[in-house]
């Protein structure tokens, strides 16, 4: 069974940043990524690492940044945030690699984390 723990969220001003933790515990997963939701709007994908592969949401490229640490963590650093940016952001993770644009669904990811939230003033 794998579990995923987030950690790092916070409030920020617009232009600043932040950075998002995730521990998995349990079974390695070819797929780690991160998700974002607001009330009243499905779960998109921000940013995910499946084998040699990183993706980015259109939304946060140049100023997102994921990195995979090793097979049981992630980083996501996020720069010059936008009050858009404010969601509760999800770790997620998958044994299954993910291709094109599988990795942003979520309904194809298996494992998450609870949640952290980031609000961003402007």
């Known amino acids: 069974q794998v579990q995923l723990a987030e950690s790092g969220g916070g409030s920020v001003q617009a232009g600043g940043s932040l950075r998002l933790s995730c521990v998995l515990s349990g079974s390695s997963t070819n797929f780690m990524g991160w998700f974002r939701q607001t009330p009243g709007k499905e779960r998109e994908g921000v940013a995910g690492?499946?084998?040699?592969?990183t993706y980015y949401a259109d939304s946060v490229k140049g100023r997102f940044t994921m990195f995979r640490d090793d097979d049981k963590s992630s980083t996501l650093q996020m720069r010059s945030l936008k009050p858009e940016d404010t969601a509760m952001y999800y770790c997620?993770?998958?044994?299954?690699?993910?291709?094109?644009?599988?990795?942003?669904?979520?309904?194809?990811?298996?494992?998450w984390g609870q949640g952290t939230q980031v609000t961003v003033s402007s």
């Open positions: 997620a993770a998958d044994s299954r690699p993910k291709f094109g644009s599988n990795w942003a669904d979520a309904r194809l990811t298996n494992y």
């Open positions: 690492i499946s084998g040699a592969r």
